[in-house]
């Protein structure tokens, strides 16, 4: 999708310059993706009239001069029922006109419907589990309401694009847009005026000169790929052919004549190569190697990332990152449903992190750059990562770069923190190479799912948390030394009732009088914590969250000598185990007690006397997140 930027903090005018550019740049990406979204996203996340087939193959062979605003040619579409068809339903706006619809050679009667769907009539109805196809003969000049099919110039000469995301395609060639059929195999067969050339996804086929000046251009991927991912640009192109990788596959770039003499774009492109490098280490290896990785350049402000050949209407290092780090997440594992978008622009937005950190900026650079993303992000107090069904026709609410983009992105960023980055990057290896995952659909919870299976972790309520709730922590942290002992007390408040209790390792950097440091991560799971660490050295100074691991605002750190053993001693409570079974334990708690279990939504679901040294039984409990509340403690646990 267009990608929204985010300014680093820079005492550097040339740092002041480039970040008023990608404000700009980002406004006019968010209009256009809002106006885009807007038409179809009452309807869902699906079309279920599409929901019995599964589009196995589609070749485009399609007629297109840059200079005239149409398309016409053919969609040959490979298809399996999974029932009995007595017709067949395609996404295509009614501003197509199908002239006609062949199957096995034999014509079929159609109905092209105001749904922005297309009807196909069979004769006798198809069977289960076969195998079978028919072709679409349509043309026209596609709705503009989408801006999915476009053209204009560029130094004098035509340029055409399309970008489909997120219901677009429908608007240029009949096809599948359900968030839940990859297509298999896309052959794309493009016609165009010989002085043209035609960029797209996949592995580039063939280019033959035909009679009357027409050229044939033939690219074909091998990889499943989501409708809205398929594209084309075409202009009188330099292409430039190279390689990438260790070992090398191809890189291909279709740009404007102009950029082929920019110095500073040209530097950008080759650059690609630094960063892909980069990202194959921590992200495991390129997911599209038999085919190519590429650019095409186009119009539409921003950047988009078609799979193999992202479109480019900049060329700053930022926006590289970000569209690449789509080719894992985004194009190999895509969002299943709009509603979590943020698995295609959070981790793209974490792409743009990676690239900043390991090649990018100093580290001073790169703590400004999480400093504003992380005063960005909490610069409201509610919103969630998670998109509710309610607020699907939200446009603002779905593209939000807020919190798709950078929330998500400093999700993955206290993940990180959590796990450690070893651990951390193989989870993400492991999450877009699982096999019901790779080239595939998913939803939030196949990431929690995964990221449990490769740690042993169950982050549930982390998400219940950061993704489905809203909001932010502000911490209180004390401190008190005595001896070669410092005492820690960590209080908490929320910005939203959404979320009772944010559970995080606190990062923790202790300075002595003398320049020693000391780090701790103190495991803050109820409010009013205390905790005690060891340190051999006078202590200055406390700092927290000294390299921004997680999120919060306005928190402070206070040296307080007024905190005592006695309150220590009071505090020591605990609820284990958690993740829990059958049995809840209790640690502090040394008289008889009423104690209450809530769902999270605060309704009550049962209530008792917890009698010391007694494990409270809890088998009864459906798997869930709970809140357990006894005197003025509150603990959420998970029953198994």
Not at 462 to 482: C, L, M
Request: glycine share 6%; with cysteine; hydrophobic share 35%.
């Amino acid at each position: 999708m267009k990608k929204f930027y985010f300014l680093v903090l820079s005492v550097l005018a040339f740092h002041q310059l480039s970040a008023q550019n990608e404000n700009i740049e980002r406004k006019a990406m968010v209009e256009k993706e809002m106006k885009s979204f807007a038409h179809k996203m009452a309807v869902g996340n699906v079309n279920p009239n599409t929901l019995n087939y599964d589009l196995q193959y589609q070749r485009l062979d399609l007629t297109i001069n840059p200079a005239v605003y149409n398309v016409s040619g053919s969609v040959t579409s490979h298809f399996k029922p999974s029932q009995s068809l007595s017709s067949i339903y395609f996404d295509l706006d009614n501003q197509m006109t199908v002239s006609g619809v062949q199957y096995h050679g034999t014509p079929l009667t159609f109905q092209q419907l105001s749904t922005k769907e297309l009807k196909i009539n069979f004769q006798s109805a198809l069977a289960a589990n076969v195998l079978d196809s028919l072709t679409v003969t349509y043309s026209g000049a596609p709705s503009t309401t989408n801006n999915a099919f476009f053209n204009g110039t560029q130094g004098g000469t035509a340029v055409l694009s399309t970008l489909n995301e997120p219901y677009g395609a429908q608007d240029w060639f009949p096809t599948k847009q359900s968030l839940n059929d990859k297509i298999e195999r896309v052959d794309i067969k493009v016609t165009t005026p010989s002085q043209y050339s035609v960029a797209s996804n996949g592995k580039p086929m063939s280019e033959t000169i035909l009679g009357n000046g027409q050229k044939l251009t033939f690219w074909r991927t091998q990889y499943p790929t989501a409708a809205y991912l398929i594209a084309l640009s075409i202009t009188n192109f330099v292409k430039l052919t190279d390689t990438m990788g260790n070992p090398p596959f191809p890189f291909i770039n279709y740009i404007f004549p102009a950029t082929s003499t920019n110095t500073t774009s040209m530097n950008n492109i080759d650059w690609t190569k630094t960063v892909m490098n980069t990202f194959e280490t921590y992200f495991g290896p390129y997911p599209f190697r038999n085919e190519k990785y590429g650019h095409m350049e186009f119009q539409a402000g921003g950047g988009m990332e078609h799979q193999t050949m992202s479109s480019m209407a900049g060329w700053s290092r930022g926006l590289i990152a970000h569209e690449l780090a789509h080719q894992w997440f985004g194009d190999k594992v895509t969002c299943g449903a709009w509603n979590d978008i943020w698995l295609n622009e959070g981790f793209a937005t974490f792409g743009e992190h990676v690239a900043n950190e390991k090649l990018l900026m100093t580290n001073t650079d790169f703590l400004n750059y999480l400093l504003t993303q992380k005063n960005f992000v909490t610069g409201s107090p509610t919103g969630s990562v998670y998109v509710a069904d309610a607020n699907l026709t939200s446009v603002g609410t779905i593209f939000s770069s807020r919190l798709s983009y950078s929330k998500g992105a400093y999700v993955l960023r206290m993940l990180k923190w959590i796990l450690g980055d070893a651990v951390f990057y193989q989870a993400i290896q492991d999450y877009h190479s699982r096999p019901n995952l790779a080239y595939n659909y998913v939803r939030t919870q196949d990431l929690n799912a995964s990221l449990l299976t490769s740690t042993g972790k169950d982050f549930t309520e982390f998400f219940n948390d950061w993704i489905y709730g809203q909001g932010y922590p502000t911490y209180d942290i004390r401190w008190k030394q005595v001896g070669n002992t410092v005492t820690f007390r960590a209080s908490q408040t929320q910005s939203s009732s959404t979320v009772s209790f944010f559970e995080m390792p606190l990062p923790i950097k202790v300075n002595g009088t003398g320049g020693q440091v000391a780090y701790f991560a103190l495991n803050n799971t109820t409010n009013n914590q205390y905790f005690t660490q060891s340190v051999t050295f006078p202590v200055a100074s406390v700092e927290f969250n000294y390299e921004y691991q997680i999120l919060d605002r306005n928190s402070t750190v206070t040296q307080d000598n007024t905190l005592g053993t006695a309150d220590l001693i009071k505090e020591e409570f605990a609820l284990y185990p958690n993740p829990a079974k059958n049995e809840l334990n209790l640690k502090g708690i040394t008289q008889p007690t009423d104690f209450t279990i809530y769902f999270t939504d605060g309704k009550l679901v049962r209530q008792g006397i917890y009698q010391p040294e007694k494990s409270i039984n809890i088998s009864e409990l459906v798997p869930g997140t709970y809140i357990f509340k006894i005197n003025d403690k509150k603990v959420k646990f998970l029953k198994k």
